[in-house]
C-alpha cells in the first residue's frame, strides 16, 4: 500500500514571495500524485495532478509541482503567493496504473498563513 | 450548477441519534466517496461505490452504512451517534476509480457534524 508525509504542518509566508511545500511518498512503483487546496470551510479542489511523462506539472492559480523519483518526492511551489493562496495544501498518492480497485491516500496536509 | 452537493451543511444533534448525510453528483461519474476529516484536518477514506457497487469498505464501525439507490447518488446513514463521531465528512466523486484510470477527484463543501 501506499503512503505519503508531508513534512510541514504549518508554512507562514508573506505576499508575493516564493513557497513550496514537500511532499514524500512511499510506493513500489509509479504512483498517481495529486495536490489538492482545502479554503476555509470549502471542500478540496484539484490544483494539479501527475500519472506519466513530463515530471514539471503545471496546475491552476499559478502552482506547478516536480516529480522526482529518486527523492520519492513530488513538492508544490509558486513563485509569488497572493492573499488568496492561505489555505491547507494536501498531497495525494494514488495506486498508479493498476488492474486492481485502489484508492487516494491523503497526507496529514500543510497549513499555508499569508502575511502582509 | 453545483458539481458535488451534499445535505445538510451543518448537523448537530445529541449522542444516540441516528442521522443521515446526503450526497449527490451531477457530473456523470461512475464512482463516489465518502470521507472523514477530523479536528486535525486528516482524511480518511470510509466508503467508495462504483456505479452503485461497493468496492472499497474501510475499517469503519457498522453503525455506518452507506447506500446508493444510483450512481449519482450516495448516502450515508449513522446510527447511534457517538462523540468521536463529531467531523467533516465529505462526499466525492470521480469517472472511475482514482486507482484505476486517471481521474482526481471532485468534493463536496463538507457536512460538519456535531454530537452534543
Known amino acids: 500500500a501506499q503512503s505519503v508525509t508531508q513534512p510541514d504542518i504549518h508554512i507562514t509566508v508573506s505576499e508575493g514571495a516564493s513557497l513550496e511545500l514537500r511532499c514524500n511518498y512511499s510506493y513500489g512503483a509509479t504512483p498517481y500524485l495529486f495536490w489538492y487546496v482545502q479554503s476555509p470551510g470549502q471542500g478540496l479542489q484539484l490544483l494539479l495532478k501527475y500519472f506519466s511523462g513530463d515530471t514539471l506539472v503545471q496546475g491552476i492559480k499559478g502552482f506547478e509541482a516536480e516529480f522526482k523519483r529518486s527523492q520519492s518526492s513530488f513538492n508544490l511551489r509558486k513563485p509569488s503567493v497572493h492573499w488568496s493562496d492561505a489555505a491547507e495544501y494536501f498531497c495525494a498518492v494514488g495506486p498508479g496504473a493498476t488492474d486492481s480497485w485502489g484508492k487516494l491516500q491523503f497526507g496529514a496536509g500543510t497549513q499555508v498563513v499569508v502575511t502582509p | 450548477d453545483t458539481a458535488v452537493s451534499q445535505t445538510p451543511k451543518y448537523l448537530v444533534t445529541q449522542m444516540g441519534n441516528d442521522k443521515s448525510i446526503k450526497c449527490e453528483q451531477n457530473l456523470g461519474h461512475d464512482t463516489m466517496y465518502w470521507y472523514k476529516q477530523d479536528s486535525k484536518k486528516f482524511l480518511k477514506i470510509m466508503f467508495s461505490?462504483?456505479?452503485?457497487?461497493?468496492?472499497i469498505n474501510e475499517t469503519v464501525p457498522n453503525r455506518f452504512s452507506p447506500k446508493s439507490p444510483d450512481k449519482a447518488h450516495l448516502n450515508l446513514h449513522i446510527n447511534s451517534l457517538e462523540l468521536g463521531d463529531s467531523a467533516v465528512y465529505f462526499c466525492?466523486?470521480?469517472?472511475?476509480?482514482?486507482?484505476?484510470?486517471?481521474?482526481?477527484?471532485?468534493f463536496g463543501d463538507g457536512t460538519r457534524l456535531s454530537i452534543l
Open positions: 461505490y462504483n456505479n452503485k457497487e461497493l468496492i
Open positions: 466525492a466523486s470521480s469517472q472511475g476509480p482514482s486507482g484505476k484510470g486517471n481521474q482526481p477527484q471532485h
